[in-house]
């Protein structure tokens, strides 16, 4: 069987990553649709070339989001012109089989998604992301790489956990919210704070990524 042919979203160098995900999970990535600056399009970036969100795609044609933030605006932009989703896991990720994955979804190298786990629509999971097992990923989080989500955590949508972050088991993480690279979140966060340090404390008023 001749392999499914994707573009990706997003043209900057985490496109260059996600180019590379794809390949090895035995996509075909014939193209890059650049959804912010429309002046790239026509042009050609990592090899690829770069086309107009709103060109309508042929019948059947899917897209990844790989941007890494601002996810869902541009994924509605995508489907808004006819694109299907793209979900990408990379061949080295351990899932569980009782894990559901959404449509969209971008893991990367060496994530591990644990039992009855769900990963939202268009969430992306870096490299070596950890997700416990009973946990819910809101749709268009972004869990940055060696984030460490444990067992029967609830994340909201458009959520973001940095870097080396850690969630401590059972904890809800409201919509928008956004933990700090290194921060080990021990209470719930409420939606659209942003929280840091060890233990996480909320470090401004509102905030959203
Ligand atoms: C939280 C974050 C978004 C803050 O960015 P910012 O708004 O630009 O914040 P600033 O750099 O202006 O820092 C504001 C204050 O917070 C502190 N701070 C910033 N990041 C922090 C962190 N991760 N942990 C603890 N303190 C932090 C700064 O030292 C500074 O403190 P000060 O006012 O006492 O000097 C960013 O540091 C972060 O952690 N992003 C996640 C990045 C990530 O995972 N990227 C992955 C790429 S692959």
Redo the contacts with the bound molecule.
Sequence with gaps: MPPTVIHIAGTGS?AAEVIEFARAAGLDVAGLIEPIDPLRVGGEAHGLPILDPGVPPRPGAAAAVGV?HERLRIRRLLADAGWGDATIVHPSAVVSPSAVIGAGVVIGPLVVVGAQSHVGDHALL?RGVLVGHHTTIGEGSTL??GANVAGGVTLGTEA?V??G?SVAQGLAVGDGA?I????VVVRDVQAGV?V??VPARA?ATEHRT
């Design positions: 985490f890494g870096g940055n790489p973001t940095g870097m972050a956004l700090a690279a290194g921060a942003r840091q340090g470090f």
